[in-house]
């Protein structure tokens, strides 16, 4: 039973005295046990601490899904500082937003990623980064082999006195005087998670300890009636910087589980992995379910002991459902959350048959009303409403951003609730549906993917005067992303190529367009206000033929 009154670091700390030599972490083939895993994120505190690391600092984590990613954000904690984990595709644009956005003095990056950082150290307040190379910590023959058969990224880092060495950090034996004391209690903030939302810039979610104590012991729980929780061998292909990977996934380590990691997601290496390591809970969104099933060499490996599939990140379509039920011969369980939220709100049960597209029963710590959106009066039951989110232990702001609080959160009788801006439905029986979801707000490939900063972008361009931006429903990816462009009368010869290379310097490789499309006007309100359902509408009109 995990207590939401700790901290996350001193009950993995528990979880690593109880278990031991058992496997806590298995990363590229090699199995990294719970003792080894507390000793090298010690230790990384310890180094982080003797950098002049002060407690509440603020520490970008920006590598991808691997032993390191674990080390550094249980060794960030320990230090009493506080993880801000962004995705490892990010550009220096995202980077230098985000680095002053949180006032972060160091960042975790791989080698790969450093030339960013690098570039965006002279905008930000960055003071020092620490290089990762995804070979550290594998045994010496395996980083052989990557190296002789190019099988391992490189990327160049400067030797400059700003630059620290993850692997010597985490080799350099910490000393228990080395160490602050573990003074961080449940409602002190343990990261700061950056989402897209829907409005230009990201928005940093304060999660405390407490509150992600309380959600991940909830999440974790759910598979419990079909097996015990420290048999579970879960495939982690869920970025850890998502909350969906943290609450569903890394959060075993808190149990007694194993976390099975890989830096890219590559499905051959997910089934056999799955195949060797005897995986039982696999983590993912529609599209990868989808790209499992159409795989052609799905047969040739041995994948019936994944008792556990769970999708998140978006409505898993009946299609993808129906089939892998028919093939694997279990359902895929499906989960509804938000960063905000720390993740689940509603969890298919897994000791009872869900209704054909539920997306469960409300968890325990959180309440869920279902509003009209306008007045914020409730709905009739059956009736469709948006949903509005209470627990204890929420999240209460953004980070740095009073507007978007106020306009996401509202006090009804005395409590506070987050607005998800999403459109449920509820049963006589407790079951919960996905309706529909903020228009602006575009969902590929499982992330969530703002308009407005997309159309920012195009906009920062000297060719464009207006852009609109819109996702297209597309049964592989969720929504693709199209971009209307209203060009400045003098200006000859910019194509939809050279608009999306722009965006490509500029935006993560989920959020760049995928179309562009050039028009003389686009269509607003009175008021001057950018009419985005009108152009969603004439694509639906459009493809209808």
């Not at 507390?38 to 230790?43: H, M, P, Y």
């Not at 003074?183 to 999660?207: H, M, N, R």
């Not at 048959?353 to 539920?358: A, L, T």
């Not at 500029?506 to 009175?526: H, N, T, W």
Request: glycine letters at 8%; one cysteine or more; hydrophobic letters at 40%.
């Amino acid at each position: 039973m995990i207590n939401p009154d700790g901290n996350i670091f001193e009950t993995f700390a528990a979880s690593a005295s109880k278990n031991g030599n058992k496997t806590a972490v298995i990363y590229l083939g090699t199995r990294f046990s719970y003792k080894t895993v507390l000793r090298l994120s010690e230790n990384f505190a310890a180094s982080l601490k003797a950098a002049g690391v002060e407690p509440g600092e603020r520490i970008i984590l920006y590598i991808p899904n691997s032993v390191h990613w674990v080390v550094a954000w249980l060794g960030i904690q320990r230090a009493g500082a506080v993880v801000v984990p962004i995705t490892p595709i990010y550009t220096k644009h995202d980077l230098i937003y985000i680095a002053n956005d949180s006032g972060a003095k160091h960042i975790v990056c791989s080698d790969t990623n450093f030339g960013y950082v690098k570039q965006a150290i002279p905008e930000t307040g960055l003071e020092k980064a620490i290089a990762v190379k995804l070979t550290d910590l594998l045994p010496g023959w395996k980083k052989l082999f990557g190296w002789t058969f190019d099988k391992v990224s490189k990327g160049k880092v400067s030797k400059e006195d700003d630059t620290l060495w993850f692997g010597k950090m985490v080799k350099k034996k910490a000393d228990p005087m080395d160490l602050p004391p573990l003074a961080q209690k449940g409602t002190d903030t343990a990261e700061l998670i950056y989402t897209g939302g829907t409005t230009k810039f990201p928005k940093g979610v304060p999660i405390s300890h407490g509150l992600y104590l309380e959600s991940a012991g909830e999440q974790i729980a759910i598979p419990d009636p079909l097996f015990e929780p420290e048999e579970n061998v879960i495939l982690g292909s869920a970025p850890l910087f998502h909350i969906l990977g943290q609450t569903c996934a890394l959060s075993t380590l808190l149990v007694g589980g194993a976390i099975v990691l890989m830096p890219k997601v590559n499905l051959d290496a997910i089934f056999d992995a799955v195949q060797r390591m005897k995986a039982t809970t696999l983590i993912g969104v529609p599209t990868l379910y989808r790209m499992i099933l159409d795989h052609d060499r799905i047969d040739f490996y041995d994948l019936s002991s994944l008792v556990y599939a769970f999708n998140g990140g978006d409505v898993l379509p009946e299609e993808i459902s129906n089939r892998w039920r028919k093939k694997f011969n279990n359902p895929i369980y499906q989960g509804y959350g938000a960063t905000e939220t720390c993740g689940g709100v509603t969890m298919c049960p897994t000791d009872e048959e869900n209704p054909p597209k539920s997306i469960g029963r409300v968890v325990p710590s959180k309440t869920v009303k279902l509003v009209d959106p306008a007045t914020l009066s409730p709905v009739a039951p059956g009736e469709q409403g948006e949903a509005l989110v209470h627990s204890d232990r929420m999240v209460r702001a953004y980070w740095n951003k009073p507007e978007e609080t106020q306009e996401a959160f509202v006090e009804i009788e005395g409590d506070l609730y987050y607005r998800t801006a999403d459109v449920l439905t509820l049963d006589e029986n407790g079951h919960y549906y996905f309706v529909d979801r903020t228009v602006d707000t575009i969902k590929h490939k499982g992330y969530r993917v703002s308009s407005s900063e997309i159309e920012g972008v195009l906009q920062e361009n000297a060719a464009v005067i207006g852009a609109c931006v819109v996702g297209i429903p597309d049964e592989k990816v969720g929504e693709r992303i199209k971009a209307f462009v209203v060009l400045k009368e003098d200006v000859k010869g910019i194509t939809g190529y050279d608009l999306i290379k722009w965006c490509r310097k500029r935006l993560a490789g989920y959020k760049v367009p995928q179309y562009i499309e050039f028009r003389d006007m686009l269509p607003k309100s009175k008021v001057g206000k950018l009419l985005r359902r009108e152009v969603r509408s004439e694509e639906e009109r459009r493809k209808e033929g």
